[in-house]
């Protein structure tokens, strides 16, 4: 026997006593992490989590997307810096609500935060494994990272951190992205990482950094003295947003990632996760801002446009020195000068304004998050309709409150007047002239300037219509700003582009006199001090709500492999043929997200009564076939509509009744019932027409298909007797009410005439396919709906009659619309012309327009005149009858 025995025996018995006791105090387990947070801490720290969980909110569509997360998937949540609270905010929230919440780090320890008990163990546990084996244990070697998420532990890594770097790259320690490459190589289960990040300041960035941003740091990566002031002064600025998930086992699918080895394809796949989280807080501050001194040295300091300067000088023989100084002076004619300061005061005042005379505005949140989400994609180019001056005020305003950046707006050069020109350059309004023509360098100097907006990332919104409607219907496009703007991406300026048509709507605008006296002939009243210190008087009214509506976000790389068109091969005339027809393609979709308004439906029902007294109940017939309609096809509907229509109707009618638009026919009545005869103020007519005109499309294709109906004169027919007729009014109305020229004749009618169907004023033929018959109340609703067209009928056939009466050359077109307007009002005296509203100088104009194209100019054209004049007569007939 050994004389060291007994010692070794003791030894043993000694370790193994150890043993059990560490096995004892660890209960048999040997897995305890500072990197594992249970949730369980002192009443302190949950109560002060709690506190800042409930005041730091999270967006509806960010928790749909971690809650949305497959049930059977490992969970990983990814934040770009190494932020402790990143991990306790989404601990503590989704804990609460039961979504897959993060209990396991990669890079953070949570020593300090757990109890003294589990910090014993850890401690115990990781002494023990070193005395055996002489260096601490981890969570890859050890197997612990992944055994966690195989029991559904959600985990938690970050992206960039300094020395998460130095350790990765020097010591070669375990790389959190590669080891959840490897394990979902090694299991069927998708992993799937979460991109969030917690967004301490919305605002965008400068380039040149503050004293400010050097010592509490920058926005993007705020010091820990800048997030817990913010965390505990402002928790409300503060914004937390959740990417699109990335499933793992569909990144490693990927062709070029299939073919990369693990240590490539994290590399690959950081990179993807950082250019996420990059995008989308990009979504929400937009671009890093330079000073507008920087923008215009950035511009003129371009190679092709020094070339072309250069050029420009020789081809004028104007000294060059002289030409760089007007293309500067052109930038600062146009350039913005966003400011941060100038849209926080900004947005002071218009929280006052738009409380004060409106009583809300509508938006939907969700298409808000599809623009946003957009937006971390490519720069949007944003499309709204142009109703009112307020456009330019109110687009910005609701993106700036969603926690969007204020986009780049083009504005008419109008508008620059002091002081409201300096206000809204701070804004990101750049101002524009009226026309290019004559002005080439000016015209290359805005594209140049375009081009740069796009290159940095910035957002654009344009006015597609030219300038605001005065007749309450979408315009025909103007394309001269979208083919710049699609000009300046196909030279590179960003590698997609995002349309986003928007409608705009009111219940009531602003500029309603101004825009009666400008379509009745008078001049139009420019902008200037004076006029902006009238604008007190719009402050003491009140103008019912606001309706903005997004549309699907339109990308043009999509949209030219759906045409299968290279917009480099084509000629000018084919690009701006391209131009149009998208110009086209937009204003459709606008018209698609319009928004009926009570007041739009009520105008439709008083002005197309056929005559100027009528009752309530008469009125409302119209009214309720009307709303039927919309309903059946899907329209849009304000909230007061949806809510309480017979309500809404009631104050509509008391609202026009106050304006002096209609009158009670007996004076004494005290109550307003369906017999209460109503009459409309000849004189308020083109009034109301606008309004009317702000839900016309809805009823354009019913209009159309009604008309011929009513011009075949039979009670039953087919398809094929309306088509004809149908076309004819299409094109005669081009410049009216836009169309889709994917949708054939055929296929508006079939669906107008199924709304004809519900509304019983057909009936499909028992024995014929595709014929229908005309029931005994039918011919009466259809003229409600061709009644629409009578205004429109009584333009042109007064632009015709008016043509048959000149000579061809005798006046330019501008000079001959205004002849046009005083020769509609002497056959209003004459009764002659029966409705009010079609004198309208923009009626006109079209119908010049339309009959130029036709080749009718004047007297020498008669026969093709009288063609037209029997036809427009004929559907006038049937209609009034």
């Known amino acids: 026997m050994s004389l060291f025995a007994p010692i070794n025996n003791l030894v043993s018995a000694t370790r193994t006593k150890i043993h059990k006791i560490i096995a004892f105090l660890l209960n048999d387990s040997y897995d305890y992490y500072s990197n594992f947070y249970p949730g369980t801490q002192s009443f302190i720290i949950g109560k002060i989590l709690n506190h800042l969980v409930n005041k730091i909110s999270i967006g509806n569509s960010s928790l749909k997307r971690i809650k949305n997360t497959a049930p059977d998937s490992i969970v990983v949540f990814a934040c770009k810096n190494k932020h402790i609270f990143d991990f306790l905010y989404f601990h503590t929230l989704l804990k609460r609500i039961n979504g897959p919440y993060p209990e396991l780090s990669f890079d953070l320890r949570f020593f300090f935060l757990l109890p003294a008990k589990q910090i014993g163990r850890i401690i115990l546990s990781q002494l023990y494994f070193f005395f055996h084996n002489f260096h601490f244990k981890d969570i890859y070697a050890s197997g612990y990272a992944r055994k966690m998420l195989l029991e559904n532990r959600a985990g938690f890594i970050s992206l960039i951190e300094e020395d998460e770097f130095y350790n990765r790259f020097i010591r070669s320690t375990p790389d959190p992205l590669f080891h959840l490459i490897e394990l979902q190589k090694q299991i069927e289960k998708s992993v799937v990482i979460v991109p969030e990040d917690i967004i301490y300041i919305t605002k965008p960035m400068h380039k040149n950094p ?448 106050s304006r002096n638009f209609i009158e009670l026919a007996d004076e004494d009545e005290d109550e307003i019932t369906d017999t209460t005869m109503l009459i409309v103020k000849h004189n308020k007519r083109p009034v109301l027409d606008y309004y009317k005109n702000s839900v016309i499309c809805f009823f354009v294709p019913a209009a159309y298909t009604a008309a011929a109906i009513m011009e075949i004169d039979r009670f039953k027919f087919d398809i094929q007797d309306l088509v004809s007729r149908y076309n004819f009014l299409q094109k005669l109305f081009t410049d009216e009410f836009s169309f889709d020229e994917q949708i054939s004749a055929q296929e508006q009618i079939s669906k107008a005439l199924k709304g004809f169907i519900n509304e019983g004023i057909l009936v499909p033929d028992p024995e014929y396919a595709d014929t229908f018959n005309l029931t005994s109340e039918g011919l009466r609703k259809l003229k409600w709906f061709a009644a629409f067209l009578i205004p429109f009928f009584e333009s042109y056939m007064t632009c015709l009659v008016f043509l048959e009466k000149e000579k061809t050359d005798k006046y330019d077109a501008k000079e001959r619309v205004k002849k046009l307007l005083s020769f509609g009002n002497k056959r209003y005296r004459r009764n002659q012309v029966v409705r009010k509203e079609s004198l309208s100088l923009i009626n006109y104009r079209n119908a010049v327009n339309y009959f130029a194209k036709k080749h009718i100019n004047g007297s020498g054209d008669q026969e093709r005149i009288n063609e037209y004049k029997e036809i427009i007569d004929l559907l006038s007939r049937r209609i009034s009858s």
């Open 210 to 657: 503050s004293l400010g941003d050097i010592i509490f740091g920058t926005h993007e990566k705020p010091g820990r003295l800048k997030r817990v002031f913010t965390m505990l002064r402002q928790p409300d600025k503060i914004r937390v947003e959740v990417a699109r998930p990335v499933n793992l086992k569909e990144f490693i699918a990927r062709p070029e990632i299939q073919r990369l080895d693990s240590e490539f394809q994290t590399h690959r796949l950081r990179s993807l996760l950082v250019d996420i989280l990059n995008r989308q807080r990009k979504s929400i501050t937009g671009p890093v801002l330079k000073s507008r001194q920087e923008i215009t040295e950035d511009i003129l300091n371009r190679k092709s446009l020094r070339e072309y300067l250069a050029a420009y000088a020789d081809k004028t023989g104007t000294p060059l020195r002289k030409v760089n100084k007007k293309a500067a002076g052109y930038i600062d004619e146009i350039a913005s000068n966003y400011s941060l300061r100038v849209i926080n005061f900004l947005d002071w005042i218009f929280t006052w304004v738009f409380k004060n005379i409106f009583e809300g505005i509508s938006v939907s949140q969700d298409e808000i998050n599809m623009m946003r989400e957009t937006y971390s994609k490519a720069p949007l180019i944003l499309i709204p309709c142009h109703k009112s001056h307020l456009d330019y005020l109110l687009l910005p305003y609701v993106m700036y409150k969603n926690n969007m950046p204020c986009p780049h707006i083009a504005a008419g050069k109008n508008l620059s007047f002091w002081p409201l020109g300096p206000l809204f350059r701070g804004a990101g309004a750049f101002f524009l002239r009226r026309t290019f023509k004559g002005a080439e360098l000016y015209a290359r100097i805005f594209a140049a300037y375009i081009e740069k907006l796009l290159y940095e990332g910035f957002n654009i919104k344009i006015y597609i219509e030219g300038g605001r409607s005065r007749t309450g219907k979408v315009l025909p496009p103007k394309i001269g700003g979208l083919s710049m703007i699609i000009r300046a991406f196909l030279s590179g300026a960003c590698e997609d582009l995002y349309f986003v048509p928007i409608y705009v709507g009111y219940d009531r605008v602003l500029e309603e006199d101004a825009y009666l006296k400008e379509i009745e002939g008078g001049n139009k009243t420019p902008e200037n001090l004076k006029g902006l210190l009238n604008t007190r008087k719009f402050l003491k009214r009140k103008y019912g709500k606001v309706y903005i509506r997004f549309d699907t976000p339109i990308s043009m790389n999509r949209y030219m492999e759906e045409k299968g068109v290279d917009l480099k091969k084509l000629s000018d005339p084919e690009f701006s043929h391209f131009v149009k027809r998208f110009g086209y393609k937009l204003i459709n979709h606008i018209n698609d997200n319009i928004v009926a308004t009570p007041h739009g439906i009520i105008a439709s029902g008083i002005l197309n009564c056929s005559e100027s007294t009528f009752t309530k109940k008469q009125m409302f017939a119209r009214v309720n076939t009307y709303m039927n309609h919309l309903v059946y096809h899907g329209a849009y509907l304000s909230d007061t509509l949806m809510i309480d229509p017979d309500n809404a109707f009631d104050s509509v009618i008391e609202n026009f009744l």
